[in-house]
């Protein structure tokens, strides 16, 4: 008992990697465990509130809308994590203030574009239905600024090691948000896949304001004091490589959707997405040590020290395979049970087989480890993009030659190969680059 006392001491307070590891991805859980049920309630509370065909439209407008703001999202987020990290442990204030500057006004100027042009392309060929793509596109462009924002916020919150407090507006109020505004208007019969649409805003606006509060509380003090540096230049040249690489990256888990629904049916799409997010959770583990061990894995490299990040890749990959393991089998073999229970009869027949697929892809992830995050913090981008594309190529063709024939199962399988290509390439750029093997045996 005293050794578990003494071990629980350790981790609360101590300043060590295990113990700073441990507690972030504690925190980084808990809010993770919490917005779960909260994230898959609006998801069946839509699936059966708009059936098959409007829950499809719904996914394949946030799909496509998540594409296009990647230049104002994902792209500058991870430059803005290493960016902050590398000048918070050089004090180098002027240029932390400068890069969050700079990183605001690429949002502000690059979304205010976006909604130029879909608000103008909206007008000529919207028919303002609910169901029309055009009207659902627009109501949706209003996500970008906010999504933008939220990436500058949270990113920076995340490179201060203050990674609980930068996820906890997306991971617990947004969807909660988005959950009681849904509910309300499916219980007025006002859901359709534009209001639905209407609370994907209302809570994506509750984490912005919240995540901008604890940015102010969080940011130190002398960024405020110093007048803002810039290397616009450096930044500009850099942001290319990671939003070529989140651009890449998301348009391999969002292939599958964006494909069936230019190929396939509303219905095959809704299919497809019950597989992506019952798939989702298999990943649970290791998507939030990824948020966890980003500025650890800077420190280290900047230190020059191979055995902490070593230690890092082990301790991140045996974790997140033993977090995987009880969710993703019970996907596999009992997801007709699962799908039945959650989402109704009506997904049954298309939904059961895409999960398992999808399922079996993640499992093979999660025991390949954090190959690309490793990769991107440690400065080589490009050899993650270069993984990227290989498996983009090969999903896209695949996701041609099965989604007319086999619907929801061949854009799953399509997806699949893509990530088992995507993590076999980059375990070998991982090997050539870093001197280890990156997975639970590394």
Same mark, same amino acid.
């Given at each position: 008992?005293?050794?578990?006392?003494?071990?629980?001491? *350790?981790?609360?307070?101590?300043?060590? @990697?295990?113990?700073?590891?441990?507690?972030?991805?504690?925190?980084?859980?808990? @809010?993770?465990?919490?917005?779960?049920?909260?994230?898959?309630? &609006?998801?069946?509370?839509?699936?059966?509130?708009?059936?098959?065909?409007?829950?499809?439209?719904?996914?394949?407008?946030?799909?496509?809308?998540?594409?296009?703001?990647?230049?104002?999202?994902?792209?500058?987020?991870?430059?803005?994590?290493?960016?902050?990290?590398?000048?918070?442990?050089?004090?180098?204030?002027?240029?932390?203030?400068?890069?969050?500057?700079?990183?605001?006004?690429?949002?502000?100027?690059?979304?205010?574009?976006?909604?130029?042009?879909?608000?103008?392309?909206?007008?000529?060929?919207?028919?303002? *239905?609910?169901? $029309?793509?055009?009207?659902?596109?627009?109501?949706?462009?209003?996500?970008?600024?906010?999504?933008?924002?939220?990436?500058?916020?949270?990113?920076?919150?995340?490179?201060?090691?203050?990674?609980?407090?930068? =996820?906890?507006? $997306?991971?617990?109020?947004?969807?909660?948000?988005?959950?009681?505004?849904?509910?309300?208007?499916?219980?007025?019969?006002?859901?359709?896949?534009?209001?639905?649409?209407?609370?994907?805003?209302?809570?994506?606006?509750?984490?912005?304001?919240?995540?901008?509060?604890?940015?102010?509380?969080?940011?130190?003090? =002398?960024?405020?004091?110093?007048?803002?540096?810039?290397?616009?230049?450096?930044?500009?040249? &850099?942001?290319?490589?990671?939003? /070529?690489?989140?651009?890449?990256?998301?348009?391999?888990?969002?292939?599958?959707?964006?494909?069936?629904?230019?190929?396939?049916?509303?219905?095959?799409?809704?299919?497809?997405?019950?597989?992506?997010?019952?798939?989702?959770?298999?990943?649970?583990? /290791?998507? /939030?040590?990824?948020?966890?061990?980003?500025?650890?894995?800077?420190?280290?490299? =900047? *230190?020059?020290?191979?055995?902490?990040?070593?230690?890092?890749?082990?301790?991140?990959?045996?974790?997140?395979?033993?977090?995987?393991?009880?969710?993703?089998?019970?996907?596999?073999?009992?997801? $007709?049970?699962?799908?039945?229970?959650?989402?109704?009869?009506?997904?049954?027949?298309?939904?059961?087989?895409?999960?398992?697929?999808?399922?079996?892809?993640?499992?093979?992830?999660?025991?390949?480890?954090?190959?690309?995050?490793?990769?991107?913090?440690?400065?080589? *981008?490009?050899?993650?993009?270069?993984?990227?594309?290989?498996?983009?190529?090969?999903?896209?063709?695949?996701?041609?030659?099965?989604?007319?024939?086999?619907? &929801?199962?061949?854009?799953?399988?399509?997806?699949?190969?893509?990530?088992?290509?995507?993590?076999?390439?980059?375990?070998?750029?991982?090997?050539?680059? @870093?001197?280890?093997?990156?997975?639970?045996?590394?």
């Amino acid at each position: 008992m005293n050794n578990w006392r003494t071990r629980l001491a *350790e981790i609360k307070q101590g300043q060590g @990697l295990k113990a700073q590891l441990v507690r972030g991805v504690l925190g980084v859980g808990g @809010l993770k465990l919490l917005s779960m049920p909260l994230t898959l309630g &609006a998801s069946v509370l839509l699936a059966r509130g708009l059936g098959p065909e409007g829950y499809g439209q719904y996914v394949f407008v946030l799909s496509l809308i998540t594409m296009l703001a990647l230049p104002v999202g994902p792209g500058i987020g991870q430059l803005i994590t290493r960016e902050v990290a590398k000048y918070q442990y050089s004090e180098q204030w002027s240029f932390f203030r400068g890069v969050l500057r700079r990183s605001n006004q690429w949002v502000v100027l690059a979304a205010t574009l976006f909604l130029v042009v879909v608000v103008s392309a909206a007008s000529w060929n919207a028919k303002w *239905e609910v169901n $029309d793509r055009w009207a659902l596109l627009l109501i949706a462009s209003f996500l970008v600024p906010l999504l933008g924002l939220n990436t500058v916020r949270s990113n920076t919150l995340q490179g201060l090691r203050h990674v609980v407090l930068a =996820q906890l507006p $997306d991971l617990l109020l947004r969807p909660a948000t988005h959950l009681v505004v849904a509910a309300m208007l499916m219980f007025s019969g006002l859901l359709n896949p534009a209001t639905a649409l209407g609370a994907q805003i209302a809570g994506t606006g509750v984490a912005f304001l919240v995540g901008a509060l604890f940015l102010q509380l969080k940011i130190p003090g =002398q960024v405020r004091l110093s007048a803002p540096k810039y290397r616009t230049a450096e930044w500009g040249k &850099a942001i290319m490589p990671f939003t /070529l690489l989140a651009a890449v990256g998301t348009l391999n888990s969002q292939i599958g959707i964006l494909f069936l629904g230019w190929l396939g049916r509303p219905e095959d799409v809704a299919a497809l997405q019950i597989g992506m997010s019952g798939s989702a959770l298999v990943v649970f583990v /290791l998507a /939030l040590i990824n948020l966890v061990i980003s500025p650890h894995i800077i420190k280290a490299r =900047q *230190e020059g020290d191979k055995n902490k990040l070593q230690m890092l890749s082990r301790y991140s990959s045996r974790a997140a395979l033993f977090g995987a393991l009880p969710i993703g089998l019970p996907l596999i073999f009992v997801g $007709d049970a699962i799908v039945h229970y959650l989402y109704g009869d009506e997904y049954i027949n298309s939904a059961v087989l895409p999960l398992a697929i999808l399922t079996a892809g993640q499992l093979f992830n999660v025991a390949c480890g954090s190959v690309g995050q490793f990769l991107t913090m440690s400065g080589y *981008e490009k050899d993650t993009l270069l993984g990227q594309v290989v498996a983009l190529m090969a999903s896209v063709a695949l996701a041609v030659i099965l989604i007319p024939d086999f619907g &929801a199962v061949g854009a799953a399988s399509a997806v699949t190969a893509g990530l088992v290509i995507w993590n076999l390439v980059l375990a070998w750029l991982f090997k050539k680059r @870093l001197g280890f093997m990156p997975t639970v045996l590394g």
